[in-house]
């Protein structure tokens, strides 16, 4: 009798621990760990996205287009938790191009242009993209390409909430400030700061995915390799409530009172 009761408990405890198991492994990965997020964060990411979530890490001047700017709220409330995932584990490229095993994913990347505008259009329409972030004049017959060509997508005003917008993951980015109250006035040009004319130019004439695979210019890597997913769904746990949250309210104010 004393032998037999220490064992029943040991194994209900080990049923309740089989039953509880899975349970508590699929809650703390959704949730993720924030110490081990941090440090996750402060060995790997910081190098690129910056100590600060600024984009502004020690090699952020490596890549191009820059790393993206955690602290832009707005930006980041367009990114939902799965999608980073994929971007983190996978390298945004799998995500463009739809190859998340096991998973189905309507993600789509920005369109090629080359078939429909000529290069001195699309230089002109560079300079159009960037009066939306800097508030200078827009020629009409830009406005007219716009209109005809990325306004599906990217809104009447380039704040990337046209018709298709809602539908794609990650939303066409948002083009404009000087429409939003501050802080999007700061943090606008903060995202268009993040792209060269190259890059644009390379962007627009073919699309994302061939600027990235034919022109090489750079996205986000893979990191299934080094990463596990617990220590994944952690970071990016880090990086919302650390960067995304803190600014979360004044970027939905702001996205109100446009
Ligand atoms: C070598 C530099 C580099 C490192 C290191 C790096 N990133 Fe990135 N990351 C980038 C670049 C560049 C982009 C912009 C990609 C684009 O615009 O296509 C980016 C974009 C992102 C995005 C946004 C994707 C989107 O569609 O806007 C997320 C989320 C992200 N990184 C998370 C992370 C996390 C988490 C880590 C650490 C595990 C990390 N990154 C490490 C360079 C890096
Ligand atoms: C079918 C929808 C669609 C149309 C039409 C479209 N875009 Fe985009 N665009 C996107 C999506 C989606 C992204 C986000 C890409 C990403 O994060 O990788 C994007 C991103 C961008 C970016 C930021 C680049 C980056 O790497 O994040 C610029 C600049 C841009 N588009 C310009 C334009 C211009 C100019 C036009 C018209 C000639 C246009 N787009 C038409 C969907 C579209």
Redesign the pocket.
Do not use: D, Q
């Given at each position: 009798m004393p032998v037999k009761q220490p064992l029943l408990l040991l194994a209900a405890t080990f049923v309740c621990v089989l039953f509880a198991k899975p349970t508590i492994a699929q809650m703390s990965a959704k949730r993720g760990d924030l110490t081990t997020g941090k440090n996750v964060y402060n060995e790997i990411c910081f190098a690129c996205h910056g100590v600060k979530g600024d984009g502004k890490g020690p090699s952020w001047f490596n890549t191009k287009?820059s790393p993206q700017v955690f602290i832009n709220s707005v930006y980041m409330s367009r990114l939902t938790d799965e999608y980073m995932f994929n971007v983190v584990k996978y390298g945004?490229l799998a995500v463009?191009n739809r190859q998340i095993p096991n998973k189905k994913i309507d993600?789509?990347?920005?369109?090629a242009?080359g078939a429909v505008?000529e290069d001195n259009q699309i230089r002109e329409?560079?300079k159009f993209?960037r009066a939306f972030s800097k508030g200078g004049p827009q020629s009409a017959e830009m406005r007219e390409?716009?209109e005809a060509?990325?306004?599906?997508?990217?809104g009447k005003r380039g704040q990337g909430d046209?018709e298709?917008a809602s539908a794609?993951q990650?939303?066409?980015?948002y083009?404009v400030s000087d429409a939003q109250p501050s802080p999007m006035n700061l943090t606008d040009p903060q995202l268009?700061a993040?792209?060269n004319d190259d890059?644009?130019f390379s962007?627009?004439k073919k699309g994302?995915i061939a600027?990235v695979m034919e022109d090489k210019f750079d996205?986000m890597q893979p990191f299934g390799q080094v990463l596990s997913d617990k220590e994944i769904w952690s970071v990016i746990r880090y990086v919302r409530e650390t960067f995304v949250n803190s600014n979360k309210e004044k970027g939905y104010a702001a996205e109100k009172r446009k």
């Open positions: 287009p945004k463009l993600s789509l990347a920005m369109p242009f505008l329409l560079i993209e390409i716009f060509a990325c306004m599906v997508c990217h046209g298709r794609i990650p939303a066409p980015k083009f268009m993040r792209f890059f644009l962007l627009i994302k600027a996205t």
